[in-house]
Nanobody
Framework: QVQLVESGGGLVQAGGSLRLSCAAS???????MGWFRQAPGKGREFVAA????????GYADSVNGRFTISRDNAKNTMYLQMNTLKPEDTAIYYC?????????????????WGQGTQVTVSS
């Protein structure tokens, strides 16, 4: 079992950048990891995911080319670099982990979740 804690959220103007971190309580080397987000009044949606060695990232169309997911297994930490932020990126961002090597896009495929960090993008 692994506990996840997100950090790095905040308020930023449109066009700005933020870097989210997801720190795990133990080794993440056997977990694929992902980021999801939930905007006000909407369901949680997939943002990005990465396999357990960091070789294969996947992105939602809405963030592809603007966001970059990465991981440092030695530090038990995953990251989400968010550039060219838009007001529609405003949401609570959650990190998630699933046992196994392959990244997945569906919320139900993940076993462990963090509490979330708020990202607000002003226009």
């Amino acid at each position: 079992q692994v506990q996840l804690v997100e950090s790095g959220g905040g308020l930023v103007q449109a066009g700005g950048s933020l870097r989210l971190s997801c720190a795990a309580s133990g080794s993440i080397s056997t977990y694929a990891m992902g980021w999801f987000r939930q905007a006000p009044g909407k369901g949680r949606e997939f943002v990005a995911a990465i396999d357990w060695i960091g070789a294969t990232p996947g992105y939602a169309d809405s963030v592809n080319g603007r966001f970059t997911i990465s991981r440092d297994n030695a530090k038990n930490t995953m990251y989400l670099q968010m550039n060219t932020l838009k007001p529609e990126d405003t949401a609570i961002y959650y990190c998630a982990a699933r046992g196994g090597p392959l990244l997945k896009l569906r919320e139900r495929d993940y076993d462990y979740w963090g509490q979330g960090t708020q990202v607000t993008v002003s226009s």
